[in-house]
């Protein structure tokens, strides 16, 4: 089976800001710090979050990762792509979808950074990608303050690589449904990219980061209508699990219910409220292997789970074995061989367009 990473990531380095390099955005170059370890106890942090990016007078948590729980750094930052490439037919996957790490948290009120940096990223990345004949794929970063520039940007991005464009659930501390994003939402509707809401925290003042900016993302996309004002347009969860579904989907109904009650009819129950929800509004979800699978597929959801490893990363959503553990529940009875494949692979095609 050719299976797909639908989530994985790239830990940036210097040479990703390269390019801005002698430019009149240099000033927005992120530099490295680094805490000493016994400052860095002191002040209570773990020592693998001493190290930051400084960027715009702020301080960024650039994770500081060992090379026994992660792939070596090198594939990590795409210094060695043929390796990456290599450790990936080890792990049995034809593609990875590259995710940033930098962008989950960057957040500035400063247009002119957000472009500059979004932009570099975004061209750094691609020359990586370019001479792996498809096997690295990649989500865009946008401009998202300069509505114009960042639809510029998607054309540059689909031309060059990228099948899908990178949305975190609050990005500009607006709702996913703002018409502050339409433009981009009907470009990447023509062009045929799917909006990836991954976990993020843009927000100033605010730390949540993977449950509920997906789960109130889903919930604003299928209640505002926003599915089929942009009527092709594919909407992704991103590396949060599918735990949150029968919540969201039981949020979604009480309007249902309630429409019902005292008219002597049956009341749905919870997998009839919306079964067609997934097929109707394109919306797709990467699940985590600690989700109960077979609760999830009685959603209708079936034609719409993916599965990545967080490749690069190890927090609560990282599992290298991830894509493994899906074949094996097949073993264990719990998926049936069509279910688990359309899980590892054709979904992912499906939404990514591979």
């Not at 990282?318 to 692979?345: C, F, M, P, T, Y």
């Amino acid at each position: 089976m050719s299976m797909i990473d639908a989530d994985t990531h790239v830990d940036e380095c210097e040479e990703t800001w390269k390019k801005l390099e002698g430019t009149p955005y240099a000033k927005y170059i992120p530099v490295t710090t680094t805490m000493p370890p016994e400052e860095a106890k002191r002040a209570g942090y773990n020592p693998t979050n001493s190290r930051c990016w400084v960027v715009e007078g702020r301080l960024q948590n650039r994770a500081i990762r060992d090379e026994i729980n992660h792939p070596p750094r090198v594939f990590r930052e795409l210094q060695d792509v043929a390796g990456r490439v290599a450790h990936m037919d080890k792990m049995g996957v034809a593609v990875q979808v590259i995710f940033p790490t930098f962008f989950i948290r960057y957040n500035t009120a400063n247009a002119e950074a957000e472009w500059a940096l979004s932009t570099t990223y975004n061209r750094w990345l691609a020359e990586k990608c370019a001479a792996t004949n498809g096997r690295l794929r990649w989500a865009a970063v946008l401009p998202f303050l300069s509505p114009d520039k960042a639809v510029e940007e998607i054309r540059w991005a689909k031309d060059n690589g990228a099948c899908g464009i990178f949305k975190r659930g609050f990005d500009l501390d607006r709702y996913v449904t703002d018409p502050h994003f339409f433009p981009v939402y009907q470009e990447a509707e023509k062009l045929d990219l799917p909006l990836c809401i991954h976990t993020g925290h843009p927000l100033p003042s605010h730390e949540w980061d993977r449950g509920f900016p997906i789960m109130h993302s889903c919930y604003a996309v299928v209640s505002s209508g926003i599915a089929k004002k942009f009527s092709k347009l594919r909407f992704g969860f991103i590396e949060s699990g599918a735990s949150w579904i029968p919540y969201t989907i039981s949020q979604l109904g009480a309007v249902k219910r309630q429409s019902l009650r005292g008219k002597g009819v049956r009341m749905p129950h919870l997998y009839d409220l919306e079964p067609e929800m997934f097929r109707a509004n394109r919306l797709f979800v990467t699940i985590d292997p600690i989700d109960d699978i077979e609760s999830i597929l009685k959603f209708g959801t079936e034609d719409n789970l993916m599965i990545g490893t967080d490749y690069s990363h190890t927090d609560i959503s990282a599992n290298l074995s991830a894509l493994d553990e899906v074949k094996g529940w097949v073993d264990e009875g719990r998926l049936n061989s069509s279910q688990a494949h359309k899980i590892l692979e054709s979904n992912s095609k499906e939404f990514y367009r591979l």
